[in-house]
């Protein structure tokens, strides 16, 4: 099976490794893995006043897959609006990389990783957000 | 448990099937029937019950190796060579079954994992692959990190028996979890062992890579 060289590209030159101060009022983290596969994945955003995200960053140990899902998506959310980019599909990530059906659950957990940062960073700014992280397990099924 | 158990062995020997055979009376789970000795299909029975141990986390495995190399000695492709065709693709069948039984009890984390899910079914439909508690995820990362950086055998070793002597932590408070009936727990610890199994996988890559 070969893998896409979207993927292989994310996955030998990973963007925006690193992680930023998780107490930062202005940062939310975004803290998921996949037990079954013993993965981990840490997304960190930085939103300005204006609401726009101006940094990601992301810091995953588990397979390539999982690791340019989320390097894309350190990539995408760069400039959106904390609801546009809660806005990812996990489909849009898998379509991207052309990840195989083994491999989708991946994206289902970058997506994860990026609605549970901008969980965070609502909470800690005091906006509620509804909405559910689990919903995107349905996307992937 | 005890009781569990003694309602399944019961049952195995309430319920009489024809063998498909020569048609005469044969226990559930039977291996071979008594009459005409023929092998039969793997019975629907959980991995316990087929290898014949108690249902709990705490197993006897050198009784457990005995248990299995005996009855894969009876199912051997030798003794079946000259028999028909169905039998040999049944004796087939009967050693694959045992096989994942097998695989599944000898190894703690398979082992829990199971255990989960045969008494959690209508509590936790998942099993133990979502992470309800982050200090679970916050550890793993730590973990990696410190592996990560690590660049001597020494600091490698050392970080192999921490990991290690969480492992047993682990193990202790599982089978205390089981034995208290505590699903729940029992599921969250299975989930860090999943981790922790994770984990000493790469420490060992991590070794090879440091002595290639």
């Not at chain 2, 024809?18 to 039969?40: D, I, M, N, R, Y």
């Not at chain 2, 009876?74 to 097998?102: C, G, I, M, V, W």
């Amino acid at each position: 099976m070969a893998y896409s060289k979207e993927l292989i590209d994310h996955y030998e030159n990973p963007r925006n490794v690193g992680s930023m101060e998780d107490d930062a009022g202005d940062v939310g983290t975004g803290l998921v893995g996949a037990p079954a596969c013993g993965d981990v994945m840490k997304l960190q955003i930085k939103v300005n006043p204006e609401g726009i995200i101006e940094d990601a960053k992301f810091k995953t140990f588990g397979c390539g897959s999982a690791i340019a899902s989320s390097s894309l998506v350190t990539e995408w959310v760069k400039g959106k609006t904390v609801d546009e980019a809660g806005e990812i599909k996990n489909t849009d990530i898998a379509e991207e990389l052309a990840l195989p059906p083994v491999k989708i659950h991946c994206s289902v957990l970058a997506e994860d990783a990026i609605k549970a940062a901008i969980d965070d960073y609502k909470g800690k700014t005091g906006q509620t957000d509804t909405d559910a992280v689990g919903e995107s397990q349905d996307a992937a099924e | 448990m005890n009781e569990v158990n003694a309602h399944s062995a019961d049952a195995a020997k309430q319920t009489l099937k024809p063998c498909w055979s020569c048609k005469g009376p044969l226990a559930a789970g039977a291996l071979f029937c008594s009459t005409c000795e023929a092998v039969q299909p793997p019975a629907p029975v959980d991995h316990f019950v087929r290898l014949g141990v108690e249902r709990a986390f705490e197993v006897d495995v050198p009784a457990l190796d005995r248990r299995y190399f005996d009855l894969q000695r009876q199912l051997h492709p030798d003794r079946f060579a000259t028999k028909a065709p169905k039998e040999k693709a049944l004796s087939q069948q009967q050693a694959t079954a045992l096989n994942d039984a097998y695989e599944t009890l000898k190894d703690p984390l398979k082992r829990a994992d199971y255990l989960v899910h045969l008494e959690g079914v209508g509590v936790l439909p998942e099993g133990c692959n979502l992470v309800q508690d982050q200090s679970i995820l916050i550890e793993a990362m730590e973990m990696r990190e410190k592996l990560m950086m690590a660049d001597s055998m020494d600091t490698l070793n050392a970080i192999q028996r921490e990991t290690k002597a969480e492992i047993d932590d682990v193990l202790t408070a599982l089978s205390l979890a089981f034995k208290g009936a505590d699903i729940e727990g029992a599921c969250q610890l299975t989930t860090r062992l999943k981790y922790l199994d994770k984990m000493m996988g790469e420490v060992r890559q991590a070794r090879a890579r440091l002595l290639a």
